[in-house]
C-alpha cells in the first residue's frame, strides 16, 4: 500500500549488492524472521533502532513498531467505541435509537468496506488511517448531545459519518496486521495487535465503572462520553506518525510487496482481479458475515437486557480481558513452527467447532431464563453482581470474549496466510470488515424490531457453525506451509529486486 503525498524528503532503503551493505551488527530478533542472523541499518532516522539502557527497541520503520502504533490508534478509537458499545444501548437506558444509529453505521461500513481496499491502496497508509479515527470522535459527541436533546436524527447521521470512517480505517489496520510481518510471526503480530487494541476497551470499560460503581441507574453521565471523545481525538492524531508502507524494512531487509505506482484506475480494477483470480475467498464470507453478528444480540440483549448499569460495566471490563486472553492463546499457538502452518490451520479450524458448540451451548440455557417481553415490564429486576447467581452469567459472558477473540484471530491468520501481498491482503481486510458490517446492520436492524431474544441467539449459533462448515475447504486445501514470492508478486508492478532482503541477496 502506498501513499503519494508524505514522506517524500525521508530517504529509501536501496536494495544493494551485499559487498556494498552499511555496517551490519548481528544481533537476535524477537520481533522479526527468526531466519535473520544479521540486521542492516539504513542510516535515515526512521531506520535507528532507538535504545533504552540496554534495551534495542525496533526502529519507526519496522514492522512491529508500525504494527504498535497502528495497535495504538485502534486502541483509542475503536477500543474506546466497543468500551462504550459493550454496555448495550451505547450506555442508554433503552437501545432503540441507539440501534438505528448503529444499522446507519454499518450499513455504510459494509458499502465503504468493501471497497477501501482500493482507497487504502491509493491514498496511503496514514491518512487513511488517520481520517478513519475523526469518524468515532464524532459518533462519542453524538451520544453525549442525545443524552441533553435526545436528538435521534443526529445520531443516527453521525452513526453513517462513523461508518464511512470506519471502513477506512479497518482496512488501512488488516492490511498492515497482515502483509507486514514474515510468514512465520503473522499469529503473535495478530496477537499483538488485539490485545493492545482491546486493552483499549477494557480500560474504556473501566471508566463508566468507576464512574457508576455506586449508581443503581441504567444509563451512563456525560463525563464518560467527555473522557471518550478526548481520547479518540487523540487516535485519530496519532496515526499521522506512521510511515508510507514503501519505507517499511524488516529486520532481515525485506520489504513489503505492494503497488509502486497505485492509480485510482488500477486499484478499482484489482478489487476485481482478485475476485477472478482467487475466487475461493467468497467461500470465506459467510465466516466474516457473522464474526460480528452475535455482538448485537451479546451487548443488548444479554447485557443490557439483563444487568443494571455497574454490573454492565464489570461485565464489559471482563469481556475485554478475556478477549486479550483469546487473542494471546491463539496468536501464539497458531505460530507453532514445530508444528506444519497447514496443519496448523486444520487444528485451528476445529477447535473453532468445539469452542462454538461448547461456548454456545451454555449461552443457550442462559437464554432459556427470560424473554424480551419479561425484561420490558416496568418492575423487572435486572441483575446486580451483588446478587445470588450471579457468577454462572458472569463467566458466560467472559467466554463470550474468549470465543470472539479467538475466531477474528483465526480469520485474520487464515486470510494472512494465504498471501503476504500488501495491496490483496488491503482487499481481503475490506471484504472482510464490508461483509462483516452488513451482518451487523441486519442484526441491529432485526433487535430494534423486537425479534424475540431466543431467535437472536439462534441465529448467532447457526451462522457461525454454518460458516465453519463453508469454509473448511478453503482452509483445508488452499492454505499452503509458505506462500512463494513468484506468486505474491503476480498482483503488483513491483520486482523481485525490490522486496528481497539482505539475506536473499548474499544467497544469491
Not at 262 to 278: A, C, F, N, Q, V
Not at 405 to 412: D, E, F, I, R
Request: aromatic share 14%; hydrophobic share 45%.
Amino acid at each position: 500500500m502506498v501513499s503519494n503525498t508524505d514522506d517524500k524528503k525521508m530517504e529509501e532503503p536501496q536494495s544493494q549488492p551485499a559487498a556494498h551493505q552499511p555496517e551490519e551488527r548481528g544481533r537476535s530478533s524477537s520481533y522479526g524472521s527468526e531466519d535473520a542472523e544479521s540486521l542492516v541499518e539504513p542510516r535515515a532516522w526512521i531506520y535507528r533502532a532507538p535504545r533504552i539502557g540496554p534495551l534495542r527497541l525496533p526502529w519507526i520503520a519496522s514492522p512491529p513498531m508500525q504494527l504498535i502504533i497502528v495497535a495504538l490508534v485502534c486502541f483509542l478509537c475503536p477500543g474506546m467505541f466497543n468500551a462504550l458499545t459493550g454496555l448495550g444501548g451505547a450506555g442508554q437506558l433503552s437501545p432503540n435509537d441507539n440501534n438505528n444509529a448503529n444499522v446507519a453505521l454499518y450499513s455504510t461500513f459494509a458499502v465503504v468496506g468493501f471497497f477501501a481496499g482500493t482507497f487504502a491502496n491509493r491514498l496511503g497508509i496514514r491518512l487513511t488511517l488517520s481520517f478513519g479515527g475523526l469518524g468515532y470522535c464524532v459518533y462519542a459527541g453524538a451520544l453525549l448531545c442525545y443524552n441533553h436533546t435526545q436528538n435521534a436524527p443526529f445520531l443516527i447521521a453521525s452513526g453513517a459519518i462513523l461508518g464511512l470512517c470506519a471502513g477506512l480505517l479497518w482496512c488501512a489496520q488488516g492490511a498492515i496486521m497482515m502483509s507486514y510481518p514474515p510468514e512465520t510471526s503473522k499469529g503473535r503480530y495478530i496477537s499483538w495487535f488485539w490485545m493492545i487494541f482491546n486493552l483499549g476497551a477494557v480500560i474504556g470499560s473501566l471508566i463508566p465503572l468507576a464512574q457508576n460503581i455506586d449508581s443503581t441507574m441504567n444509563k451512563v453521565n456525560d463525563g464518560t462520553y467527555i473522557g471518550f471523545i478526548v481520547l479518540m481525538v487523540l487516535g485519530a492524531l496519532l496515526a499521522l506518525c506512521l510511515v508510507d508502507s514503501k519505507l517499511v524494512q524488516r529486520d532481515d531487509g525485506s520489504h513489503v510487496i505492494l503497488m509502486k505506482h497505485p492509480t485510482w484506475h488500477s486499484e478499482i480494477l484489482g478489487l476485481w482481479e482478485i475476485l477472478r483470480s482467487d475466487p475461493y475467498i467468497v467461500m470465506l464470507f459467510p465466516m466474516f458475515f457473522s464474526s460480528n453478528w452475535f455482538y448485537t444480540y451479546q451487548f443488548n440483549d444479554v447485557n443490557l437486557a439483563r444487568f443494571n448499569i455497574r454490573t454492565r460495566a464489570l461485565n464489559n471490563t471482563l469481556y475485554w480481558i478475556c478477549q486479550i486472553l483469546g487473542a494471546f492463546v491463539f496468536g501464539y499457538a497458531l505460530d507453532m513452527q514445530s508444528v506444519r502452518r497447514t496443519t496448523r490451520a486444520k487444528i485451528a479450524l476445529f477447535i473453532l467447532f468445539m469452542i462454538t458448540a461448547g461456548v454456545w451451548t451454555g449461552g443457550y440455557f442462559f437464554q432459556t431464563t427470560y424473554t424480551r417481553a419479561q425484561v420490558t415490564t416496568k418492575d423487572y429486576h435486572k441483575f446486580d453482581f451483588k446478587d445470588s447467581g450471579y457468577l454462572g452469567p458472569m463467566f458466560l459472558y467472559m467466554a463470550y470474549g474468549f470465543f470472539d477473540a479467538a475466531w477474528q484471530t483465526c480469520v485474520y491468520w487464515f486470510m494472512g496466510a494465504l498471501t503476504n501481498n500488501g495491496r490483496k491482503t488491503a482487499h481481503f481486510a475490506g471484504f472482510y470488515k464490508g461483509i462483516q458490517s452488513a451482518g451487523a446492520a441486519v442484526i441491529f436492524r432485526l433487535d430494534t424490531f423486537g425479534t424475540p431474544y431466543m431467535d437472536l441467539f439462534l441465529s448467532c449459533w447457526c451462522l457461525l457453525g454454518g460458516s465453519l462448515v463453508l469454509a473448511t475447504p478453503v482452509i483445508i486445501w488452499k492454505v499452503q506451509d509458505s506462500v512463494s514470492l513468484e506468486q505474491d508478486l503476480k498482483f503488483t508492478d513491483q520486482t523481485e529486486a525490490d522486496v528481497v532482503g539482505y539475506d536473499h541477496q548474499k544467497a544469491s
